[in-house]
Nanobody
Framework: QVQFVESGGGLVQPGGSLRLSCVASGFTFRTYAMRWYRQAPGKEREWVAH????????NYADSVKDRFTISRDNAKNTVYLQMKSLKLEDTAVYYC???????????WGQGTQVTVSS
């Protein structure tokens, strides 16, 4: 079955960095675009970053542009999110998901918690 396993979250001070990983299984990874989303307490889940199936093109939410970098390794069925210059407002649970034709195809994984705090 389709599965996404996120990891790499943790507690970091403002201005710090983290690298998130997401291992996907149960489908042909290289044929799907991938996205990272996040959900902060009391807020709706929001899109963070997008990468095409080949990895040749990426897009970011304005709130993370120039601070976050999405990448993928199709040989490892893994998508990454490198985060730098972290801010308090980046605190959230981060999820990865496959994306095709304007739709996110789940199921959603457990996510990984990122907490930015001094």
């Amino acid at each position: 079955q389709v599965q996404f396993v996120e990891s790499g979250g943790g507690l970091v001070q403002p201005g710090g960095s983290l690298r998130l990983s997401c291992v996907a299984s149960g489908f042909t990874f290289r044929t799907y675009a991938m996205r990272w989303y996040r959900q902060a307490p009391g807020k709706e889940r929001e899109w963070v970053a997008h990468i095409t199936s080949s990895g040749g093109s990426t897009n970011y939410a304005d709130s993370v542009k120039d601070r976050f970098t999405i990448s993928r390794d199709n040989a490892k069925n893994t998508v990454y999110l490198q985060m730098k210059s972290l801010k308090l407002e980046d605190t959230a649970v981060y999820y990865c998901i496959r994306f095709l034709g304007g739709t996110a195809f789940g199921p959603w994984g457990q996510g990984t918690q990122v907490t930015v705090s001094s």
